[in-house]
């Protein structure tokens, strides 16, 4: 089954400490995104990376860390600088844009950081 | 102004009516338009996507693209209980990048 895979679903954090959000792809696509979304809001994008050992900050970059070391993969890590780290994350991947696939973005199941 | 907007309701139609969800977007250059929905709790989901002008269907789902007015629009027929969800609206400005917008929030009575 191809899909998308976010580990874990749920994550408790003292504030203070990093966390690492795990996210794995076997949809064999180039690119890979992280969003954050908060109660009643949007997705904003944190980082986003369209080849391996490369990506370009989002609009939310501050406070957070990502590698591309695979084309699988792509970990975020949520640092103590983050000010505000509690919301629910979302790893999304697409394929290259071509006439038949636009952008399209598939998201995997999301994990949900609680920061106390 | 933001990007994308929507309405972010709860938009309320009894079961079996079409429910009419709308988007605006900003951007003149944007080509590509996506619908996701969204189950409390759960991750995005894509339903649609539209990149021409006029209508896209797909089973209950259709989706209108106005590029000259700058609006997209998704419309579901037969409403059901199982589509009370959020749905948000997607715009591809760039070929690397999604705007989302807030979502408009469906609430299908019996």
């Known amino acids: 089954d191809g899909g998308i895979t976010q580990s874990p679903k749920y994550l408790f954090r003292k504030e203070g400490q990093n966390v690492t959000l795990s996210c794995e792809q076997n949809?064999?696509?180039?690119?890979m995104y992280w969003y954050r979304q908060d109660p009643g809001q949007g997705l904003r994008l944190i980082y986003y990376s369209q080849i391996v050992n490369d990506f370009q900050k989002g609009d939310i970059a501050e406070g957070y860390s990502v590698s591309r070391e695979k084309k699988e993969s792509f970990p975020l890590t949520v640092t103590s600088a983050q000010k505000n780290p509690t919301a629910f994350y979302l790893c999304?991947?697409?394929?290259?844009?071509?006439?038949?696939?636009?952008?399209?973005?598939?998201f995997g199941p999301g994990t949900r950081l609680t920061v106390t | 102004q933001k990007e994308v907007e929507q309405n972010s309701g709860p938009l309320s139609v009894p079961e079996g009516a079409i429910a009419s969800l709308n988007c605006t977007y900003s951007?003149?250059?944007?080509?590509?338009f996506f619908w996701y929905r969204q189950y409390s709790g759960k991750s995005p989901e894509l339903i649609m996507s539209i990149y021409s002008n006029g209508d896209k269907e797909d089973g209950r789902f259709t989706a209108q693209l106005n590029k000259a007015s700058q609006y997209v629009s998704l419309l579901i027929r037969d409403s059901q209980p199982s589509d009370s969800a959020t749905y948000l609206c997607?715009?591809?400005?760039?070929?690397?990048?999604?705007?989302f917008g807030t979502g408009t929030r469906l609430q299908v009575f019996p």
């Open positions: 951007d003149r250059v944007s080509q590509s």
């Open positions: 999304a991947s697409s394929t290259f844009y071509t006439s038949a696939h636009r952008g399209e973005q598939y």
């Open positions: 997607a715009v591809n400005r760039d070929t690397d990048k999604l705007i």
């Open positions: 949809l064999n696509h180039d690119a």
